[in-house]
């Protein structure tokens, strides 16, 4: 299940506001964080999407989307109890695994072709409702995170004359 859109969204995710707003977006608009990963990779790998494999990929996470949330909702609760618990951590390991699986099938998706005509983030925030004051920032901690990832890349390269090599190793 390891595969370059879950390393991204590993990364991602721990950058600056990100989680903050995923988590916006999850909590406030009911919006799948793991198709707005999979929205995010995409728009900084420069590509676009097609409604068709938008509304493909939403349908196809659609049954482990409600997995998810249950055991996400339980990690809550029980987080709010008591997040030292080995249920809490079990809860926060599934859920982990389960998005896991859900990133893999985009991945998969991924490589399918699809005709290139809208923004992803367009499509995200026509599915979630998001503001179009909501895509922007979401398209600046995007291009924040790449160019940080790209100024990292260079910085890599200079300095150890390794390249990209071991990139996927990074723990920061």
């Known amino acids: 299940m390891q595969n370059p859109l879950w390393d991204f969204s590993l990364e991602f995710y721990r950058q600056p506001s990100v989680a903050d ?5 999850q909590d406030s608009k009911g919006a799948d964080v793991c ?21 493909v990929a939403d349908r196809g996470l659609a049954p482990r989307r409600r997995m998810i949330s249950t055991v996400r909702n339980l990690r809550r609760f029980v987080g709010r109890i008591n997040k030292q618990s080995r249920l809490y951590d079990w809860c926060k390991r599934n859920e982990i695994r389960m998005e896991q ?6 991945w998969k ?16 925030g026509e599915q979630y409702g998001l503001m179009q004051k909501d895509q ?4 600046g901690l995007i291009d924040a995170y790449s160019s940080q990832d790209a100024y990292n890349a260079s910085t890599n390269a200079a300095g150890s004359g390794l390249g990209n090599e ?6 920061n």
Do not use: H, I, K, V
Request: proline share 3%.
């Open 35 to 55: 198709l707005l990963l999979w929205a995010s990779y995409t728009c900084a790998c420069g590509r676009q999407l097609s409604d068709e494999s938008w509304r």
């Open 109 to 124: 998706l991924n490589g399918e072709t699809w005709p290139e005509t809208r923004s992803p983030l367009a499509l995200a």
């Open 136 to 139: 922007a920032r979401w398209a």
């Open 101 to 106: 699986r859900q990133l893999a099938a985009l």
């Open 21 to 25: 707003f995923l988590l916006e977006c």
């Open 166 to 171: 071991g990139a996927g190793d990074r723990t």
